[in-house]
């Protein structure tokens, strides 16, 4: 069976269109449910879509959903530092154009 002991294999989060986890196999990775008697029984993850045959693609459903809430929020932080940068350079120039009308 399915290795639902497994840690998360690899670092990316392999994203793709729609918003779905994809497995290694470039396929929509389902979401399944731990069946087997256990401290992680009921609990959901993502596997790849060809199991038995897997390709190892395994991610649990929670770390999942708070890597996509600490992507989002890097992101926000990404586009504030954008604003800023912006921010900086506009003020670098109007002060070059009060220096020289001095």
């Avoid at 979401?31 to 009921?42: E, H, S, Y």
């Avoid at 045959?53 to 530092?81: H, P, Q, S, Y």
């Amino acid at each position: 069976m399915a290795s639902q002991n497994s840690t998360a294999s690899g670092s990316s989060q392999n994203t793709g269109p729609g918003n779905h986890l994809y497995c290694y196999h470039n396929e929509i990775a389902p979401l399944r449910v731990v069946r087997f008697q256990g401290p992680k029984m009921g609990k959901r993850f993502y596997g790849c879509s060809f199991w038995p045959r897997t390709c190892g693609f395994f991610r649990w459903a929670d770390e999942v959903n708070d890597e996509r809430e600490m992507r989002f929020l890097l992101l926000e932080k990404d586009t504030k530092i954008a604003e800023l940068e912006h921010e900086i350079d506009m003020l670098q120039l109007k002060l070059k154009e009060v220096e020289t009308e001095c």
